[in-house]
């Protein structure tokens, strides 16, 4: 077995778009190469219509191994092209582990992996595009090649409980052992410094004649359903005139809520923003943040939200639920917890719960603590890097690839 240092990790992403799965790539190649190993980042071209992470990778130091065929809509020509370039890199690199995340890079990702011999092969779902994306033909399709590819991927990573019971009871892509729970991990610093919903810190984006301010915060694409968030918005106008609704984001449906916003009369109620790299200060701003999502993961506007101290309202799909502190309460259709509120993806009960927390300030502040301690205490990047450690070396020695030896310390002080 080869040192650390020698050993390579190629970690393949389709792209680094805004959100978490490029996130979590550019994160974990600075992580692992802290630590000593050999590490390879692999991705596709971001698309003109989406905006990029790749000032992160800058920022961390990180130069991407560029694939331009490798992108996210489905092409026979361009991902066949896609795979022969990463069976290429393979057998140049000669990496002991891959890692990928991200549907088209786990499908292209792994094949190259199986044709080149490379030895770990660990995918992680971030979300899954069996609801919500596809047509019922088609997502059984993707339902089979996924099942087929646990079938020569040493460890499937699910980011949550829920998804985990998904992938194995639901869908049945790989048995419960092949599958680890390994929950995401952000550098939350920024966050955490926010300072509280009575900081000096705030004020509000864009009119301050409103004290009352609700984000909604990602991607504008159906699967995010943003046009719930502006019907919450409709249904909350008359009853509470001086409460903004501000959209930080971008997307292919921007336009279509931006018209909306027009025609609805909502110039003075709601805003879309674009996007923000630093977005720390606009949680900042926040009183609560609402999440529409038809189909997630682990939200990570979620685990900002609860990092900066604020209360969210939230649809309960995929893993938002095990997000959750406390007990939850029932009231009037909709779940009370702790650090936020679960609702079903129906207007009537998302209003309810933005009316519920605006009504209750006291709560508000309750909520955005209990939150934070928890995003502290369960999402940090060095508690990720140090789980996904210490699941490569157990692979590898279950492979007789090394000796058994306790995963790094290094990164717990790494800045």
Not at 274 to 295: C, E, F, H, M
Request: glycine share 8%.
């Amino acid at each position: 077995m080869k040192s650390a240092e020698q050993t390579a990790i190629a970690r393949v992403i389709a792209r680094l778009n805004v959100g978490g799965p490029a996130m979590q790539a550019v994160v974990l190649t600075d992580a692992f190469r802290r630590k000593g190993y050999r590490t390879l980042l692999i991705t596709g071209e971001v698309a003109a219509s989406e905006a990029s992470m790749e000032y992160l990778a800058n920022a961390k130091d990180v130069e991407p191994i560029r694939i331009a065929s490798m992108s996210r809509p489905i092409s026979l020509y361009k991902d066949f092209v896609a795979l022969w370039q990463l069976i290429c890199v393979l057998r140049r690199e000669k990496p002991l582990i891959i890692h990928t995340h991200t549907a088209k890079a786990g499908t292209l990702g792994r094949l190259a992996a199986v044709v080149t011999g490379v030895p770990i092969r660990v995918h992680t779902f971030h979300g899954h595009v069996f609801q919500g994306y596809f047509p019922a033909l088609v997502t059984r399709l993707f339902v089979s090649i996924e099942r087929f590819l646990a079938g020569h991927s040493d460890c499937i990573v699910a980011v949550s409980d829920s998804q985990k019971r998904e992938l194995v009871d639901v869908y049945r892509i790989a048995p419960a052992e092949k599958v680890a729970v390994i929950p995401l991990g952000l550098d939350l610093d920024p966050f955490l410094h926010v300072g509280g919903i009575e900081s000096p810190q705030r004020g509000t984006v864009g009119d301050r004649g409103h004290t009352s301010l609700v984000g909604w915060i990602g991607r504008l694409t159906p699967i995010k359903a943003p046009n719930l968030f502006l019907d919450c918005a409709i249904a909350m106008r008359l009853a509470f005139p001086t409460v903004r609704f501000v959209m930080v984001g971008d997307g292919e449906l921007r336009r279509e809520c931006e018209e909306r916003i027009q025609r609805e009369g909502l110039g003075s109620t709601a805003s879309i923003t674009g996007w923000r790299r630093q977005l720390a200060p606009i949680y900042a701003k926040l009183d609560l943040v609402v999440s529409t999502s038809v189909n997630e993961g682990t939200p990570v506007v979620l685990l900002e939200a609860m990092a900066s101290a604020r209360p969210f309202v939230a649809t309960n799909v995929g893993g938002v639920r095990d997000l959750m502190v406390g007990c939850g309460r029932k009231i009037d259709g909709v779940e009370v917890f702790d650090n936020g509120i679960l609702v079903p993806q129906e207007v009537p009960y998302v209003a309810y719960a933005v009316r519920f927390l605006l009504e209750r300030p006291q709560l508000r502040l309750a909520m955005g603590e209990a939150g934070r301690e928890f995003a502290r205490s369960r999402f940090s990047q060095h508690r990720l890097a140090n789980d996904l450690e210490a699941l490569y070396l157990k692979l590898a020695h279950s492979k007789g690839l090394l000796p058994h030896r306790a995963p790094s310390p290094a990164l717990e002080n790494a800045s």
